[in-house]
């Protein structure tokens, strides 16, 4: 209780999360449905309510017509079953998925897409730069 008190009233604890991608997960499964998610979990032998949210990496309208598995990221509130699911996999409707630590994009700088952290008034290269393909971006000019 004291410990609490040096805080003040105004904090709030997180979960610690852990963030899996699984690979090769069937389309059908749907990822907002509380059920689908208990049912991975009972056939995988994992705590109940470990995992906490499930998100595919894209989006369902950028898929292809005739996909029928695809990439997902798992967030699971224990290290311990995230662990569970890494060694073992986890069972998707029938199909085990296997699993690896989800590791965040590295931020890049806006204009000149250096992936180390310098500011603009420090940037060599003050120029928008397009992320995908590094060429310089030119502003587009409109005839009235």
Known sequence: AQFLQCFGTDISLLDCTYKLLIEFVPITLDVECPYSLFSMESSSNLALECI???????????????????????????????????CQ??????????????????????????????????????????RTYGNQITPLKIAL
């Open 52 to 86: 906490k949210s499930a998100v595919w990496i894209k989006k369902p309208l950028h898929r292809k017509k005739d996909q029928k598995v695809t990439h997902t990221i798992f967030t699971f509130n224990t290290i311990k079953n995230a662990n569970i699911v890494v």
């Open 89 to 130: 996999g986890l069972n998707i409707e029938g199909h085990k998925a296997c699993g690896h630590r989800h590791y965040s994009d590295p931020t890049r700088y806006y204009h000149c897409q250096i992936l180390d952290h310098h500011f603009i008034k420090n940037c060599p290269k003050y120029t928008k730069t397009c």
